[in-house]
Nanobody, 128 residues
Framework: QVLLVESGGGLVQAGGSLRLSCEASGRPFKFYAMGWFRQAPGKEREFVAAVSSSGDNTDYADSVKGRFTIARDNAKNTVYLQMNSLKPEDTAVYYC?????????????????????WGQGTQVTVSS
C-alpha cells in the first residue's frame, strides 16, 4: 500500500504560480513512476504530467507544456508540480498518483488506469 498526500493548493491570480507537493509513504517511493492529474468541475479527470521512477524522463499534457514542471526527490519521497503562468482554465482539483514501475526506471504514462494509488487531491483555483 502507498499513501499519497497532496499539499500546496490554493487561490492565485491569473499569471501567478503555485507549487504542489505530494508526499508518499508505505512502499519504496523509488519503485514508482509518479503522475499528476486534474479534474475541473463538470469535466473528466485528465492527465497533467508524469515523471519516471528514476526522475530522468518526464511527460506533459500539451495544455501545460512550458508552464508546469514535474520533479521528484526520492530522498524525501516527494513529487512536485511547479505551476507558472497559471490561467483560469487551470482551476481544478489536482491529484497525484503512483504507478508501480520496478525494473522500468524510464517509464512514464498518462493513462489513468495504469496508476495503482491515488491521493485525495488538492484544490487549485485561478482567478481572472
Amino acid at each position: 500500500q502507498v499513501l499519497l498526500v497532496e499539499s500546496g493548493g490554493g487561490l492565485v491570480q491569473a499569471g501567478g504560480s503555485l507549487r504542489l507537493s505530494c508526499e508518499a509513504s508505505g512502499r519504496p517511493f523509488k519503485f514508482y513512476a509518479m503522475g499528476w492529474f486534474r479534474q475541473a468541475p463538470g469535466k473528466e479527470r485528465e492527465f497533467v504530467a508524469a515523471v519516471s521512477s528514476s526522475g530522468d524522463n518526464t511527460d506533459y499534457a500539451d495544455s501545460v507544456k512550458g508552464r508546469f514542471t514535474i520533479a521528484r526527490d526520492n530522498a524525501k519521497n516527494t513529487v512536485y508540480l511547479q505551476m507558472n503562468s497559471l490561467k483560469p482554465e487551470d482551476t481544478a482539483v489536482y491529484y497525484c498518483a503512483a504507478d508501480f514501475s520496478l525494473g522500468r526506471p524510464g517509464r512514464t504514462t498518462g493513462q489513468e488506469y495504469e496508476y495503482d494509488y491515488w491521493g485525495q487531491g488538492t484544490q487549485v483555483t485561478v482567478s481572472s
